[in-house]
Structure formats: structure tokens, C-alpha cells
């Protein structure tokens, strides 16, 4: 099947179905990896896939023209999901160029050790193939240093590369293909575990491309569906997503050893709701990390919880923590909270993490010595009934 985004623009990318843990988080229906090949006077294939699905991507090719006619390989992203089998295809497309920006062709030559014709380019550079061109929006640090987004000016579609993209596995390839309220949930888990730490560069991305006024009646990006339906939508989508708002809304994180943390984390929820606020529930163990951050994406509170064990913060809690710092978090109040047997140690070094983060403390944790009692659990609700009235004054 041909799959024609507009005339002589093709989608040639590769469904991989089975795959469920990229970039260290779990993909519940696996994802495509999107490649879009421009045939006009002189022919252009703007990115490739990973690695293992070279034979799927030139099988579409092949419908198409004969590879060997490729005049052009953009590389928007030297990631190897996306430039994974461009060594493959510059062997078929021998008199092919790559084009890159400079710090793409960097990331491609310390990769590949090739000595590709490379073609660097820029904000202010564009690539006419015929009846059609090519122009280049550099986004550096959205999220590698060598990013960029193409866009072809006749057709009005932006080549957005990681941007805008989702993790979904489906025939389907469009948006108006699929159900809106499972593609929105996609594109949320997306947006909080790769590009939540960009928010501030991707408000200001969008803010040039907005003054550069150019016409986008459709954007492709490098994994899930196009949007054609409604470019606009996504876009401010991930405008409302970067200025970070919060809503009347908790969650709380946290493990447990023998339910004693458990007994807490449920008492607080009581406490946050007694307020009137919602509150989502997760356990480590029993919850993906990456659908936890996604939870985190516009709380107007974290709320983390960890037994002690060894004198610090339980295993699973102490890496969820990692993650999550490196992920910057754009929740702006926190808490902590804990039980311990011979002596504290977690809930200390949970505070502490949450203001390095930049999240301030609504009130110095609480801990509670074994299992809660009746005044213990009293104590938790209180505590929650605190976190929940935070929430409302800052919302």
C-alpha cells in the first residue's frame, strides 16, 4: 500500500509492533519509525529508520522509484531510530548527498565513520528540487544538539522530526484515523519523558516559527501519526504543555515494604480529596514509571513517598527520583513522606531531592515509626488536608 501524504510526498517508514521500552520507558502498543520520501525533479528521503527495518522502508520505496534515484538523504536527527540504516541506503543511492546541520553531520560521521558528500544547512538555507523546496527550522537541544525540522513550502508540510510525535503502532497514519482521546493520551506520555526537561526551548522554538508566518497544513513527525486533521491543535497543545500549568490535582508516588507507607499514602489521598482536590495514587511497583511522569505532567502537587531501608529511600523510590531529575520536572510544590523501624533517613533525602529539583516543600515531611496508629493516621489526613488546600491557593 502507497501511502501519500500529497502529491510526491510519500510516507516510507516502518511500524515496529513488538517493541514496548524506548528511551527507558514503557510503549504499550510499540511505535513507527517515519520516513517521508519527496520525488520531484531531484528526489528527497527525509530521515530513514532504525536498524533491523531497513528491508520494510525500502520495500515501500521500491513501490515508488528506484531507490538508486535518491538525490538527497535529510537527516533531521542523528539518533539511530532515525539514521539507523542510512549507511544501507547511501550503498543504493551512490551519488546521494546527506544533509544535516553541522552538528549533524558531527553525530553522523563519529557514528557511521563514512565519508558521505555531506551538505550542511541552516535556518536561512533552503534545497529546491525541482517544483518543490525544502527549508530548515534548526532546533537545537529538542532535543539533541544536532536537531532541525524540515519543511516543504509548496505542500505546506512540516517535516517535524521527534516533534509532535507519539509512540503508537498502527496501519493507521493519520490522525483523524484514530481515536482522539487514546492519541491525545499518547501524545502527553511523549511530551513528559522526552521532552518535558525542553519546555522553555520549545516555547521559544514555537514562538519563532510563528513569527516566521509560514502556512502548515500538515506536520510528519519521526514517530506516530500525521497530523493533517488538525496541525494547529497540536501545536497548541505543546504550547499549554510548556508554560507548565497546573491543575487542582495531586499525586502521590510512593513504595512500600510491609504497608506501612501504603497505610499513609492512602490516608493523605483522603486528606488531599477532603479538600476538594483530585488525587492520583501510584504504586512503583505496580505502575510504569514513564505512566507516572505522565500523571506528574500538570499536578499542581507531588507528593512522594518511601519506607526507609539501610538508612535511606527504598530502591525503587531512589530510581523513579533519578528519572525523574533528569526529566525537570515542571511541578512547582512538593512533599514527603515515610515510615521507618529503627531509624529515619528517606523522607530527609526525598525533601531534599524535591528542592533540588526547584519543587518547594508545602511542609517538612512527615514520618511515622512502624505501623500507623489511629492518631498516625490522623496525622496523614492532616497532612493531606495541607497539601490539598496549597493546591487550591496557588490554583
Not at 498502527?170 to 501524545?187: A, G, I, K, T, W
Not at 514527603?336 to 528517606?346: E, K, Q
Request: charged share 25%; proline share 4%.
Amino acid at each position: 500500500m502507497v501511502i501519500k501524504l500529497k502529491e510526491g510526498v510519500y510516507w516510507v517508514g516502518a511500524i515496529d509492533w513488538t517493541v514496548r521500552d524506548l528511551h527507558g520507558y514503557i510503549i504499550p502498543t510499540g511505535t513507527t519509525y517515519n520516513a517521508y520520501l519527496v520525488v520531484d525533479e531531484k528526489v528527497a528521503l527525509v530521515d530513514t529508520v532504525k536498524h533491523g527495518f531497513l528491508d520494510e522502508m525500502m520495500m515501500r520505496i521500491e513501490k515508488i522509484i528506484d531507490p538508486e534515484r535518491i538525490d538527497y538523504v535529510i537527516s533531521n536527527h542523528t539518533e539511530m531510530d532515525h539514521s539507523g540504516v542510512i549507511p544501507w541506503v547511501m550503498k543504493q543511492a551512490k551519488n546521494a548527498t546527506v544533509v544535516a546541520t553541522k552538528k549533524g553531520e558531527e553525530g553522523l560521521k563519529r557514528y557511521y565513520k563514512a565519508d558521505w558528500d555531506f551538505k550542511t544547512v541552516g535556518a536561512d538555507d533552503e534545497l529546491s528540487l525541482g517544483k518543490k523546496t525544502l527549508a530548515f527550522v534548526p532546533t537545537p537541544m529538542l532535543h539533541w544538539p544536532d536537531s532541525m525540522m524540515s519543511y516543504l513550502k509548496e505542500d505546506k508540510i512540516l517535516l517535524s522530526n521527534d516533534a509532535f510525535g507519539q509512540h503508537i503502532a498502527s496501519y493507521e497514519r493519520f490522525d483523524d484515523e484514530v481515536d482522539q482521546n487514546e492519541l491525545m493520551e499518547h501524545v502527553r506520555l511523549y511530551f513528559a519523558n522526552i521532552l518535558m526537561p525542553f519546555t522553555q526551548l520549545i516555547t521559544k522554538k514555537l514562538d519563532e516559527v510563528e513569527k516566521l508566518k509560514i502556512p502548515i497544513e500538515m506536520i510528519a513527525p519521526s514517530h506516530g501519526v500525521i497530523w493533517r486533521k488538525n496541525p494547529a491543535g497540536i501545536i497548541e497543545e505543546y504550547k499549554k504543555l510548556s508554560k507548565g500549568e497546573t491543575e487542582r490535582r495531586a499525586i502521590i508516588v510512593y513504595d512500600t515494604m510491609w504497608h506501612s507507607t501504603e497505610k499513609m499514602a492512602t490516608a493523605i489521598a483522603e486528606g488531599i480529596m477532603d479538600e476538594g482536590v483530585k488525587v492520583d495514587v501510584m504504586k512503583l511497583r505496580s505502575s510504569y514509571i514513564s505512566e507516572v511522569v505522565t500523571k506528574i505532567l500538570g499536578s499542581g502537587a507531588l507528593v512522594i513517598g518511601s519506607p526507609t531501608l539501610n538508612n535511606g529511600v527504598f530502591p525503587t523510590v531512589a530510581g523513579f527520583m533519578t528519572y525523574l531529575e533528569g526529566l525537570k520536572p515542571q511541578v512547582k510544590k512538593g512533599a514527603a513522606f515515610g515510615s521507618f523501624g529503627w531509624t529515619g533517613g528517606a523522607v530527609r533525602k526525598l525533601q531534599t531531592q524535591l528542592e533540588g529539583m526547584g519543587i518547594e516543600p508545602i511542609e517538612d515531611g512527615l514520618e511515622v515509626k512502624f505501623l500507623p496508629d489511629a492518631n498516625d493516621i490522623k496525622s496523614c489526613i492532616e497532612f493531606g488536608r495541607l497539601i490539598g488546600k496549597s493546591i487550591k491557593e496557588e490554583n
